[in-house]
Every structure is written in structure tokens, then in C-alpha cells.
């Protein structure tokens, strides 16, 4: 059993119980990770991690490398941090989300907040409130979803910048986006550092906190746009009008004279926005020629290299001293993929995150000049020689598109991979993808013996724009038949018997899944859909309520689903509630009651349809759990049924 309990570690995780060596169940998969968020001071002096025990209570806990002790420790179970860092060596700072229904909005929805964690004094203090007042008439206005974002800081860190919507009276309906300064220490009130539009969407500042620009975005006429800062006057530097937004306005230039900025709307590439004269130049160091994930910032939302994507991610640094350094890590880690999940402003201590065959999310201290220091796994009961190997193939779709494909294996069938039971599992998104990794529902089910196929079908991102673009207006068709030709390339080639392959996904892959047996009934022997768009017109209806029929993301789903040509019957077409009486194979539905991205609704629709044509068919619903099954109960709930189901119709 391989463990990476450092004397540094030992320490910092004192109170995990001893681990026993035996058979790894289904929970030890579905359970939530038990250290998760790893994070290093700005002067390399302490870490902090979120520590989730197994009734679902998490802490915040400080450990001092210096001392070789655990200095603090907060039960934020009520706040759920979903992530954490530090603002400086005394404070951290915690985002918390929470599901709300508030009787004045028709939908619910949830809510991020942030906190701030006084380490010397063991005290939290939540930043900003919906419904503080602020000075005057003015308050934080309640309805926003979105709080725990902090867009700049003080240069001590003791002072931060955040975004808010703020209303200038009760009956102020359209409130303002503006830039709220917070005492990090929670004294005193949240203060108007600049006031926004309704139209505004960011704000960019220097590394001491002073303000330099912010973006807008109008659905009303569709104008995209930066404006500069001039004394308490606003000048627009640059704008463009589309339905859809192309430019994602993303950080700072080193010297904070540009804003850099990505833009999909011909080939994907970086620019720069010069904040003097509104000229755009090519960001330097960038290569076109790969996919990227996105952009690596540091700690004032400079811009310091670009992260690729691919199967696994990769990285370039455009000081070359630093990304040799970086390359000199992934070099030790090959074949895995390796995330940069916290580092100091100097870059001196980086703490990685690794995952692949033979990691299952361990973390890693790197301090220059000193030799590496293995952290902790963050899922303690899965050991290295229980990960199930992964690899990578590539087959050919009928049009002769190339599908990148990841694989999990069946370790305790390693001897004779011929006509395994085999679940084909699509992602989410679909403008997303899978990376090689610890992935736990397909490790889950290798582990019962199944063959677990993941294609990054045509519409998916890492691959290049010209996959991406290719999945447009495809959702039910060329998508779809993306995974039937997955099936029959397994099946060929010996590896997957024909006469049990099962379709397992969420979101997205909740869609496939079902369109999987409704549009080739054939093909596969069950389907599970987690969390899954079956009736189109509804998700789109449900959206247009949400967000406002001026909304781009109407415009975008336009796009995704029929390639910008909208058509009632073509949603309908596709849609696999419609076509509910032509599944012959038991489907299981699993759905979060709280499900704010896809509505519940949407699966006890298909459950209805299936019911009433006499379908074989179970609907699950997963109570005071979201989108993204993120309480550990509901989704240990879920990961055994879904080995239950598969079980029971294709068997191991």
C-alpha cells in the first residue's frame, strides 16, 4: 500500500484514523475527497487544506512547515468552501456556496460567498451579505448568485476588491455592478470603491489595488465591451457587438498596461489589449498551433503563461527560467496529469496536484533548491496499487473524424481484456472534455470488472476549434454517432462484447445516454442518465425564464444544439422524450432535487414518457444535492445504484 505521509504530513493530518488493507468498496469511491484545496502562504511558511470527514463535516486546517505542527483549525461545514487560499500570511480566504429559494424569485439558485479565516485568532468572518447595508439607501442586493469572487487586493492583503451588485434604494430593480473595498478582517462596512452599470460584468486592477478597467456586456443590443478609468469618468477603449460572446477578457500583462484576452471566434488564440491606445497585439509566447485549457495567473491576476489541453494538460511560462523548472516537475510525473494547484508570488514553493495510474489526486510540495516532498493522496482509502490503469486510444468515426478516446481498465482482468462487459461514459459539457485522471465512477466500475470508454466526441474542447465547431447543430446525430462508432470500434476489436455495453453519463453525457437508447435502441443493453437533458424546448423555456430571453446563453444553446438555425421541430426531433416509446432497454435516472443547471423536471419528464409507453425505467431523486453531487451521502447513493443497475442488466 503506498501512502505519502512525509514527517511535514504525519503532522498535518494527525487525526486521520489508521488505515486497513483490504477490499476497496463502492463508498471509498463516492465518498468526497477527503484533502482536497492544498495551499502554501506568500511566505512559504504554512499550508492549508480543506479536510472532509465522513459524515460531510469539513475543516480548514493551518500547518506550519516551520514548526512541524498544526497552528489552527475551523469546522465551515455550513460554509461548504469550495475553495480556499491565501490573502496573506495571516489571513485566508474561503468560498463557500449555499442553495437558496428566495419567495421574490421564481427559480432558486445557489449562492457563493466569501469569508475570511483570522488564522492568529481562529475566526471567520463572512466578507459581504445580500441585503448589508452600505452607506445611505444603498445595500447589497439580494437575487445574486455570485459573491466570493475577489477581483484585486491591497498590497498587505488587509483590504480586497469584490464585485457586488449594489441597488441604490429598495425599490431599485436594476442594480449596479460595482466594486465593493472589504476590511478583511470583517470591521467596519463593505464600501463603494467605484460604482458599475447593470451592463458590467468585471473589473481589472493593479497590483496595489487601484482600479484600471472593467468589461461590460449588453444583451440588449449585444455590444461587448472595456472601458478605461479616467479620474471618476469611464471611457470606452474597445468594443464589438455579436449574439454570442467571442472574447473572454481574462487578466493583466506583466507591467499592467494591456489586458490579455482569448478569442474563439475563427481559430482560438491570446491577445493583448493595450490600456494606453486600444491597440491589440498577439500575446507573445503563445502557440497557436495547440489547444489551451486556459491561462495560468498569479496572485494579481497577471497573466504568466498559458496551460495546453490535450489528454494530458501541459504548460508554458513565458519566463524561461520558470517554465524549465516546470517542465523538470511534469517530468516526473509522466504519463500523468499535473496540476498547478497553489504556489508563493515568487514562485519559490509550488504545490502540484497529481493523477493517473498510479496517482489518485496526490499532492506535492516543490521549493527550489530543495528535493520534493510527497504530501497526501486525497482520497486516503484508495491506494496506488487499487487505481485501475488508464490509457489512451484513438479510432476513426465514420466520416473519418479522429476520436480521442481515454480508457480505464479492469486491473483484475488485466490477463485477458477480450469481451468485457464495457460501459461507454460521454462527458458533460458538451463544450468540454475528460483528462486522464481519477476519474471515480469510471474507477469505480473497473474495479467490478468493466471495460470503461470515455470519446471526446466532435463538439468537445482540448482538441482543436475545427472538433470543437464540428459538433455544432449535432446534438442526437453525428455527435451521438461519434459514440455508436466507439461501440463497434470496441466490439471489432475483440475487446467489448456486443451483448453487454451499457451508456453511463451526467449532464451532457445524461443527454447521450438517453439518446443512446432512444435513437439506437439496439445498441446498447441499459442506459443511465445522471442528471440529463431529455425534453429540449423545456431546458430552453427553463433558461430563457432564468437568465432573460435577451440572455447570449439562448443564443449559445442555439448554437450548441441547431448550429444557430432554431427549429421547434428539430429540438423535438432530437429530444429522446419524444422518442420515449421507442427505448427497449432499462434506463435509471438519477437527479438532484436541488439542480439549478439542468431542473430536475427534465428527468421525471422522460420517466413520465418512458411510464407511459411502458417502459422499464427508475427515477431516483437525490434530496438537498445539486448539479454536481457534491454532498458525500447522495453521491455514494448514486455511485451504487448506478453499479447496482449496471450489474444487474450487464453483469461483471
Same mark, same amino acid.
Given at each position: ?24 468498496? !463502492? ?23 480543506? @479536510? ?11 500547518? *506550519? ?32 456556496? /449555499?442553495?437558496?429559494?428566495? =419567495? ?32 445611505? /439607501? ?32 429598495? !425599490? ?15 470591521? $467596519? ?24 478597467? =472593467? ?12 472601458? !478605461? ?5 469611464? =471611457? ?17 500583462? *506583466? ?45 494579481? $491576476?497577471?497573466?504568466? $503563461? ?13 519566463? @524561461? ?9 511534469? #517530468? ?28 489518485? #489526486? ?51 482482468? &488485466? ?25 471515480? @465512477? ?36 453525428? &455527435? ?13 476489436? #475483440?475487446?467489448?462484447?456486443?451483448? =453487454?455495453?451499457? %451508456? ?27 442528471? $440529463?437533458? *431529455? ?15 435577451? *440572455?447570449?446563453? !439562448?443564443?449559445?444553446?442555439? @448554437? ?29 435516472? %438519477? ?62
Amino acid at each position: 500500500m503506498k501512502y505519502y505521509y512525509s514527517i511535514l504530513i504525519l503532522g498535518l493530518l494527525s487525526f486521520i484514523p489508521s488505515l486497513a488493507i483490504g477490499e476497496v468498496d !463502492l463508498e471509498a469511491y463516492g465518498k468526497l475527497e477527503q484533502v482536497s484545496d492544498v495551499s502554501i502562504s506568500p511566505n512559504g511558511e504554512l499550508i492549508s487544506y480543506r @479536510r472532509t470527514e465522513s459524515d460531510d463535516r469539513d475543516f480548514i486546517v493551518v500547518y *506550519s512547515l516551520k514548526e512541524k505542527k498544526m497552528i489552527a483549525a475551523v469546522d465551515v461545514s455550513e460554509i461548504d468552501p469550495r475553495w480556499q487560499y491565501f490573502s496573506n500570511n495571516d489571513f485566508l480566504i474561503l468560498v463557500g456556496s /449555499k442553495h437558496v429559494k428566495w =419567495r421574490d424569485y421564481k427559480h432558486d439558485f445557489d449562492v457563493s460567498t466569501a469569508f475570511s479565516f483570522d488564522i492568529k485568532n481562529k475566526e471567520v468572518f463572512q466578507l459581504i451579505r445580500l441585503g448589508e447595508n452600505i452607506s445611505g /439607501k444603498r445595500r447589497v442586493a439580494e437575487g445574486q448568485s455570485g459573491l466570493g469572487r475577489v477581483a484585486g487586493k491591497s498590497v498587505n492583503g488587509k483590504k480586497l476588491y469584490m464585485p457586488a451588485y449594489v441597488a441604490e434604494s429598495d !425599490l431599485d430593480y436594476a442594480p449596479n455592478y460595482s466594486l465593493l473595498e472589504i476590511n478583511i478582517d470583517g470591521k $467596519g462596512k463593505p464600501r463603494v470603491a467605484t460604482r458599475g452599470t447593470d451592463h458590467t460584468r468585471d473589473y481589472f486592477l493593479d497590483s496595489e489595488g487601484n482600479i484600471l478597467a =472593467r468589461e461590460n456586456r449588453n444583451d440588449r443590443n449585444n455590444v461587448h465591451s472595456v472601458e !478605461l478609468k479616467e479620474g471618476r469618468k469611464w =471611457r470606452t477603449l474597445y468594443s464589438y457587438e455579436a449574439e454570442i460572446p467571442t472574447h473572454s477578457f481574462i487578466g493583466l500583462n *506583466s507591467d499592467f498596461t494591456a489586458l490579455v484576452y482569448s478569442r474563439n471566434d475563427d481559430d482560438e488564440s491570446f491577445l493583448q489589449l493595450s490600456l494606453k491606445d486600444g491597440s491589440v497585439t498577439p500575446l507573445e509566447g503563445f502557440d497557436a498551433a495547440k489547444n489551451t485549457r486556459g491561462v495560468i495567473k498569479d496572485h494579481h $491576476g497577471v497573466v504568466v $503563461g498559458v496551460a495546453y489541453s490535450g489528454l494530458i494538460p501541459d504548460y508554458h511560462f513565458f519566463d @524561461r527560467a520558470l517554465h524549465k523548472r516546470v517542465q523538470g516537475i511534469l #517530468g516526473k510525473f509522466e504519463g500523468h496529469s499535473v496540476y498547478l494547484s497553489n504556489w508563493t508570488n515568487d514562485w519559490k514553493h509550488i504545490v502540484v496536484r497529481v493523477e493517473g495510474s498510479l496517482y489518485a #489526486g496526490d499532492y506535492f510540495l516543490f521549493t527550489e533548491g530543495q528535493s520534493l516532498k510527497s504530501m497526501v493522496s486525497s482520497r486516503l482509502d484508495i491506494a496506488s496499487e487499487d487505481i485501475n490503469p488508464i490509457g489512451k486510444v484513438t479510432y476513426k468515426a465514420r466520416d473519418g473524424r479522429a476520436i480521442p478516446t481515454i480508457l480505464t481498465l479492469p486491473k483484475a482482468k &488485466m490477463g485477458k481484456l477480450k469481451n468485457l462487459p464495457t460501459i461507454i461514459m460521454p462527458h458533460g459539457g458538451p463544450a468540454a472534455q475528460d483528462v486522464i485522471g481519477f476519474d471515480y @465512477r469510471a474507477q469505480a466500475l473497473a474495479s467490478r470488472g468493466y471495460l470503461v470508454v470515455q470519446p471526446q466526441f466532435r463538439g468537445s474542447t482540448g482538441f482543436g476549434q475545427e472538433h470543437y465547431k464540428a459538433g455544432w447543430g449535432q446534438w442526437g446525430k453525428a &455527435m451521438q454517432d461519434d459514440l455508436t462508432d466507439g461501440v463497434n470500434f470496441f466490439v471489432k476489436k #475483440g475487446y467489448a462484447d456486443p451483448a =453487454r455495453v451499457c %451508456i453511463v453519463g451526467a449532464s451532457y453525457g445524461g443527454y447521450a445516454a438517453l439518446a443512446g437508447a432512444a435513437f439506437t435502441p439496439d445498441l446498447y443493453q441499459c442506459a443511465v442518465s445522471i442528471a $440529463g437533458v *431529455s425534453h429540449l424546448p423545456k431546458m430552453l423555456k427553463a433558461d430563457k425564464s432564468r437568465y432573460g430571453k435577451k *440572455s447570449w446563453v !439562448l443564443d449559445y444553446w442555439n @448554437r450548441s444544439i441547431l448550429d444557430g438555425d432554431y427549429s421547434k421541430d428539430i429540438l423535438k426531433e432530437v429530444s429522446p422524450y419524444y422518442s420515449a416509446d421507442k427505448v427497449k432497454i432499462p434506463v435509471l435516472l %438519477i437527479h438532484g432535487a436541488d439542480d439549478t443547471v439542468v431542473e430536475y423536471s427534465q428527468s421525471k419528464l422522460m420517466y413520465k414518457a418512458m411510464k407511459k409507453s411502458g417502459g422499464n425505467v427508475k427515477l431516483i431523486k437525490l434530496k438537498n444535492d445539486d448539479h454536481y453531487l457534491q454532498d458525500s451521502a447522495t453521491r455514494i447513493q448514486a455511485l451504487k445504484a448506478l453499479v447496482g443497475f449496471v450489474e444487474a442488466n450487464i453483469g461483471s
